[in-house]
């Protein structure tokens, strides 16, 4: 009897777990074909080229669904870029500091302070993040550099490189702590100094983990819109500097979604706009897979 | 003989904990001294005072000389130099996951040398003198976590000979290791005790026996008997040195 009953959990349990996480799998594959059936709307029923989306800068889809608009996302593709390769550019250099300062200079001090601020970081809503930015860093732009407005894509490079700061330090911390002390007797034992310790030996060990947190940064950069919206200036036209305003792909998603007709060709052209976010951030896993495994097999392919 | 380290009245203290007590010993040149004694005995500690390897540490405080070749290494040197001329071995083989030539070139490096035919010169003699240049002579860009256990071990000793030291210190350098990749290491202490001096804690009684020639009993942070090896191993004078060898304890 009692056999029995335990076996029954067993089995239970077990289905549970494993339903939740075909689930999730499922979820993720419904999510990608329901973006690639609504975004290939453009290619298919408009007969847009792919070639017109990417590198066009001609946007001016009709709403409705007669078609013989013109879909080119390239301002917004570039916003993106620019916004996102700027955050990057200002938040690793500061993200390597402070996963260094708190796993090899003062991991006391990280451990009790430094790294529940950054995890307090991540958590703070992007709103926030975007009001903060609009109340002060669009002010504080316009007025350093004199111009007549302060939305710009510099702007909103800072705004994501303070959002990604938190993911990036937090993931090479991590990286930097799984590095070997011995790694770190051994130099140490030669007559290395500390400094010497961390960029020589410690650094290129976390090397995957490192290039995964800043991929990891950049995913969640690309992704965010809100705060974007809020500081870029959600101007149609290429930047010209990074002190001038643009708009970008999840910024144009989120102030037009609404008020297009579904179905209808400006509608369609969005929801490309998104398929290619979809696709990006798959890139972005599908690298982070290839460095992350490409450090396992290093090992392996030398045993 | 003139000692290469004289050691006296080394007290150490981890926080409460006195690790160390009154330890006085003189380490000989051109000799294998082997620190014996059952585990948290201190050995290891003693060691690792003798490069300064604990100032890694939190919480040590150390008292008493420790003077090599008559310096005091931690009042007149500082920890890097006093490192590369006293260099270390591990208990578990670390080499960098970098190749066989990187690490061994790693120590010549950091002393500023650039000169490709100089650090080639350096890598080779390194992997001759630990024994294992006909292993990898092939293959010094591949990478050192390729090799066994035995060989990394061994590239490890290269590496700490490459840095040009005089003194060798080797924590348990076997423990880790199968018997033949033991005495491949046995064999290279008697022959690197010719251009070095070697100080070597080991759990292996046989060890410590057959390639040593002075031998040190650790017992509670102090040293119980201090002698020739052979004499030790034959008529220990303490009655606990002689418990602890025969196997009584430990």
């Given at each position: 009897?009692?056999?029995?009953?335990?076996?029954?959990?067993?089995?239970?349990?077990?289905?549970?777990?494993?339903?939740?996480?075909?689930?999730?799998?499922?979820?993720?594959?419904?999510?990608?074909?329901?973006?690639?059936?609504?975004?290939?709307?453009?290619?298919?029923?408009?007969?847009?080229?792919?070639?017109?989306?990417?590198?066009?800068?001609?946007?001016?889809?009709?709403?409705?669904?007669?078609?013989?608009?013109?879909?080119?996302?390239?301002?917004?593709?570039?916003?993106?870029?620019?916004?996102?390769?700027?955050?990057?550019?200002?938040?690793?250099?500061?993200?390597?500091?402070?996963?260094?300062?708190?796993?090899?200079?003062?991991?006391?001090?990280?451990?009790?302070?430094?790294?529940?601020?950054?995890?307090?970081?991540?958590?703070?809503?992007?709103?926030?993040?975007?009001?903060?930015?609009?109340?002060?860093?669009?002010?504080?732009?316009?007025?350093?550099?004199?111009?007549?407005?302060?939305?710009?894509?510099?702007?909103?490079?800072?705004?994501?490189?303070?959002?990604?700061?938190?993911?990036?330090?937090?993931?090479?911390?991590?990286?930097?702590?799984?590095?070997?002390?011995?790694?770190?007797?051994?130099?140490?034992?030669?007559?290395?100094?500390?400094?010497?310790?961390?960029?020589?030996?410690?650094?290129?060990?976390?090397?995957?983990?490192?290039?995964?947190?800043?991929?990891?940064?950049?995913?969640?950069?690309?992704?965010?819109?809100?705060?974007?919206?809020?500081?870029?200036?959600?101007?149609?036209?290429?930047?010209?500097?990074?002190?001038?305003?643009?708009?970008?792909?999840?910024?144009?998603i989120a102030s037009d979604m609404g008020g297009s007709m579904d179905g209808g060709e400006y509608n369609t052209a969005l929801w490309t706009m998104a398929l290619?976010?979809?696709?990006?951030?798959?890139?972005?896993?599908?690298?982070?897979?290839?460095?992350?495994?490409?450090?396992?097999v290093e090992k392996n392919e030398s045993k | 003989m003139e000692s290469k380290f004289e050691v006296s009245k080394l007290n150490l203290h981890y926080g409460q904990?006195?690790?160390?007590?009154?330890?006085?010993?003189?380490?000989?040149?051109?000799?294998?001294?082997?620190?014996?004694?059952?585990?948290?005995?201190?050995?290891?500690?003693?060691?690792?005072?003798?490069?300064?390897?604990?100032?890694?540490?939190e919480g040590v405080v150390i008292d008493g000389d420790v003077l090599l070749d008559g310096k005091d290494v931690y009042k007149e040197m500082d920890a890097i130099?006093?490192?590369?001329?006293?260099?270390?071995?591990?208990?578990?083989?670390?080499?960098?996951?970098?190749?066989?030539?990187?690490?061994?070139?790693?120590?010549?490096?950091?002393?500023?040398?650039?000169?490709?035919?100089?650090?080639?010169?350096?890598?080779?003699?390194?992997?001759?003198?630990?024994?294992?240049?006909?292993?990898?002579?092939?293959?010094?860009?591949?990478?050192?976590?390729?090799?066994?256990?035995?060989?990394?071990?061994?590239?490890?000793?290269?590496?700490?000979?490459?840095?040009?030291?005089?003194?060798?210190?080797?924590?348990?350098?076997?423990?880790?290791?199968?018997?033949?990749?033991?005495?491949?290491?046995?064999?290279?202490?008697?022959?690197?005790?010719?251009?070095?001096?070697?100080?070597?804690?080991?759990?292996?009684?046989?060890?410590?026996?057959?390639?040593?020639?002075?031998?040190?009993?650790?017992?509670?942070?102090?040293?119980?008997?201090?002698?020739?090896?052979?004499?030790?191993?034959?008529?220990?004078?303490?009655?606990?040195?002689?418990?602890?060898?025969?196997?009584?304890?430990?």
């Open positions: 009897m009692k056999e029995k009953s335990l076996f029954w959990k067993e089995h239970f349990w077990h289905g549970l777990i494993s339903c939740c996480g075909l689930f999730v799998i499922v979820l993720t594959l419904a999510i990608g074909a329901f973006l690639v059936y609504k975004g290939s709307g453009t290619f298919t029923t408009y007969g847009h080229s792919i070639f017109e989306f990417l590198f066009s800068s001609d946007w001016s889809p009709v709403d409705s669904s007669k078609g013989g608009g013109s879909v080119g996302a390239a301002i917004f593709i570039v916003g993106s870029v620019s916004t996102c390769g700027l955050a990057l550019l200002i938040a690793t250099p500061f993200s390597l500091a402070a996963a260094i300062f708190m796993s090899e200079i003062s991991p006391k001090l990280g451990t009790r302070f430094f790294r529940p601020a950054v995890e307090l970081f991540v958590g703070i809503p992007s709103v926030i993040y975007g009001w903060v930015g609009l109340t002060t860093l669009v002010p504080a732009i316009r007025d350093l550099f004199d111009l007549n407005v302060g939305y710009s894509v510099l702007a909103a490079g800072i705004v994501l490189a303070i959002m990604i700061f938190p993911t990036i330090t937090s993931v090479v911390t991590d990286a930097i702590k799984s590095v070997p002390n011995d790694y770190r007797k051994a130099a140490y034992g030669l007559g290395a100094t500390r400094w010497q310790v961390i960029y020589q030996i410690v650094m290129p060990a976390a090397k995957p983990g490192v290039f995964t947190g800043i991929i990891m940064g950049l995913a969640r950069a690309f992704g965010e819109a809100l705060a974007v919206a809020m500081v870029i200036g959600r101007m149609r036209a290429f930047p010209t500097s990074i002190l001038s305003p643009t708009t970008n792909l999840t910024a144009a290619l976010l979809f696709l990006i951030s798959l890139l972005f896993i599908f690298i982070i897979h290839r460095i992350v495994g490409k450090g396992g | 904990f006195h690790a160390l007590k009154d330890v006085s010993l003189s380490i000989l040149p051109h000799e294998v001294t082997a620190l014996i004694g059952p585990s948290g005995c201190g050995k290891s500690t003693f060691l690792k005072t003798l490069n300064r390897m604990n100032d890694l540490e130099s006093l490192r590369q001329r006293v260099g270390m071995v591990f208990q578990q083989p670390n080499p960098f996951p970098k190749s066989i030539y990187e690490n061994v070139a790693y120590g010549p490096k950091l002393q500023g040398i650039r000169s490709k035919v100089k650090l080639d010169e350096i890598v080779e003699n390194a992997l001759r003198g630990a024994a294992i240049w006909d292993e990898v002579k092939d293959r010094l860009k591949k990478s050192a976590l390729g090799l066994s256990g035995g060989q990394q071990q061994r590239l490890c000793i290269a590496r700490a000979l490459a840095a040009g030291p005089d003194v060798l210190l080797m924590d348990e350098p076997t423990s880790a290791l199968d018997p033949i990749s033991t005495s491949k290491i046995e064999e290279l202490c008697t022959e690197l005790k010719k251009d070095y001096t070697i100080v070597m804690v080991t759990h292996n009684m046989q060890q410590a026996a057959r390639i040593s020639d002075r031998t040190a009993f650790f017992l509670l942070g102090e040293v119980i008997e201090y002698s020739d090896t052979d004499q030790m191993f034959s008529m220990p004078k303490d009655k606990r040195t002689e418990d602890y060898i025969t196997g009584r304890f430990g």
